[in-house]
Nanobody, 124 residues
Framework: QVQLVESGGGLVQAGGSLRLSCVAS????????MGWFRQAPGNEREFVST????????AYSDSVKGRFTISRDNLKNTVYLQMNSLKADDTAVYYC?????????????????WGQGTQVTVSS
């Protein structure tokens, strides 16, 4: 089982940037598609972005497209989410997830492993 640890969340002003990182504890990162999801208070957990194996294929939700960039470093077993032009609506707990095949997916149910989440708060 892949253990995932997110970091990089925090408090930022609207228009600012943050970079989230998610480190996998095992070498089984190889071959996995990875995803970022987020959950705001009172809301369902929603898809943000996904990247396939080895990293050529990506997808984004309409709400973050053009502002967020997902990438992965397969030597470091790490996936990143660069978030620019942040808005108050981006405030949420962000979760990293791993999928046991290399194809990207926007569906929560396709992901087998989840991190504990990192809080992102954007002040307006």
């Amino acid at each position: 089982q892949v253990q995932l640890v997110e970091s990089g969340g925090g408090l930022v002003q609207a228009g600012g940037s943050l970079r989230l990182s998610c480190v996998a504890s095992e070498r089984t990162f190889r071959g996995y598609a990875m995803g970022w999801f987020r959950q705001a208070p009172g809301n369902e957990r929603e898809f943000v972005s996904t990247i396939g194996w080895p990293g050529a294929t990506t997808a984004y939700s309409d709400s973050v497209k053009g502002r967020f960039t997902i990438s992965r470093d397969n030597l470091k077993n790490t996936v990143y989410l660069q978030m620019n032009s942040l808005k108050a609506d981006d405030t949420a707990v962000y979760y990293c997830a791993a999928k046991q095949t290399g194809w990207t997916s926007r569906r929560k149910s396709d992901y087998n492993n989840w991190g504990q989440g990192t809080q992102v708060t954007v002040s307006s």
